[in-house]
C-alpha cells in the first residue's frame, strides 16, 4: 500500500462526535432562550457543520435568525465545544485497527473535515490519535472546502500522496460530492450524520463497520 492515500472525514466517520456537538448546541441554545432539541431531530444535520446545528434548533422554534444572531451564538458554541470537545466523543468501533494496519502497510493517512484545524487538532489529541495522520486538513486550512474538491485534493498533497492512488471515505453527500467531484473513489460508512442514506449516495463501497473496511477499500482502491 505505498503509494495508497486513505483520506477521511472527521465527525460521524471516524469519531462519535455527536454527543459532545448536541450537548454544546443545546447550550447555546438555552443560554438563548430556546428549548434543547433532541439528538434524532439534530444528529443528520451535524455533517453540515455547527452554524446550521444552531439556524436548524431556531428554525424548530418558528424563527429564523438573522447572520448577526447566528454569528455570536456559532462564536458562543465553538467556546463552549472547545472547553467540553472529548467528553464522550470516541472514535467509532475498528478505527485504531484499521489505522495502525494502514500505517503498517505503509499507506498515507490524511483528514479531510469542514471542522476548523484547530478543533481538529484538538479532538485528535485529546483521544491520542492525532500520531496516524499525516496530514490533518478543516474548513479554514485552505481558501475552499469541502464540496470543493481542492480540499481534498489539498489533503492529498499535503499528505505526500497523488489523486491517482487515493481513497475517501465518509459518511455524507458533502464527502461523496467531494470525492467525485475530485475523481476518487469513496468509500460510504453507514454509522454516522446524514439526511441521506449513504447507501442511497452512489459511494463505490459501503460499510457498516469497521471490520469490513479493508476489504472495501481493496475493490475500490485505485490499480
Known sequence: M???TVVFDLDGTLIDTAPDLIRSTN???????YARVTPEFIRPIISFGTREMLRAGIRAHGETPTDDHLDRLFEALIDHYSENIAVESRPFPGLTEVLTRLRADGARIAICTNKREGLTRQLLDALDLAHHFDAITGRDTFPVHKPDPN????????????REHAVMVGDSSTDVL???AAHVPVVGVTFGYTE???DKLHC???IS??????????RVRPA
Do not use: M, N
Not at 447550550?27 to 432562550?33: D, I, K, P, R, S
Not at 481534498?152 to 497523488?162: K, T, V
Not at 463497520?209 to 481493496?218: S, T
Open 151 to 162: 480540499h481534498l485534493l489539498g489533503a492529498i498533497r499535503r499528505a505526500g500522496g497523488q
Open 2 to 4: 505505498s503509494d495508497l
Open 196 to 198: 441521506t442514506p449513504v
Open 209 to 218: 463497520h469497521y471490520d469490513e473496511f479493508l476489504d472495501a477499500l481493496a
Open 204 to 206: 463505490d463501497a459501503v
Open 27 to 33: 447550550h447555546v441554545l438555552e443560554q438563548a432562550g
Open 178 to 180: 467531494t470525492a467525485k
